[in-house]
């Protein structure tokens, strides 16, 4: 059974960082990607930014770029996203999957076949 557990969201005021936590278990790890998508009241579902793992290749969404780290730690089975300079409008729940993809479609949602429950973050002014 494939499993995401995403965690490390909360409350922080405008400039600050968040480190988000995604720790995936039953699922192949090799040949995937990871991505972290996010979604606000009343917006779309966005890919911020996203890792294959076997090469490591990283996308970014343009609005997180140089703000945004994504990473993985192989042995802990768990993709990170470090957020740094966050804006109030970085608010969304945010919730990582796993499925097959590659270059353009990395950011794609419908890419992605497991989902986590997702993790709230709050930025406020």
Excluded: H
Excluded at 8 to 25: D, E, N, R
Excluded at 29 to 39: A, E, I, L, T
Excluded at 83 to 110: F, R, V
């Amino acid at each position: 059974q494939v499993q995401l557990v995403e965690s490390g969201g909360g409350s922080v005021q405008a400039g600050g960082s968040l480190k988000l936590s995604c720790a995936a278990s039953g699922y192949g790890y090799s040949g995937s990607c990871v991505g972290w998508f996010r979604q606000a009241p009343g917006k779309e579902r966005e890919g911020v930014a996203a890792i294959a793992l076997s090469s490591g290749f990283t996308a970014y969404a343009g609005s997180v770029k140089g703000r945004f780290t994504i990473s993985q730690d192989n042995a802990k089975r768990t993709v990170y996203l470090q957020m740094n300079s966050l804006k109030p409008e970085d608010t969304a729940m945010y919730s990582c999957a796993a499925g097959i993809t590659s270059g353009m479609t990395m950011l794609g949602p419908a890419s992605y076949n497991y989902w986590g429950q997702g993790t709230q973050v709050t930025v406020s002014s």
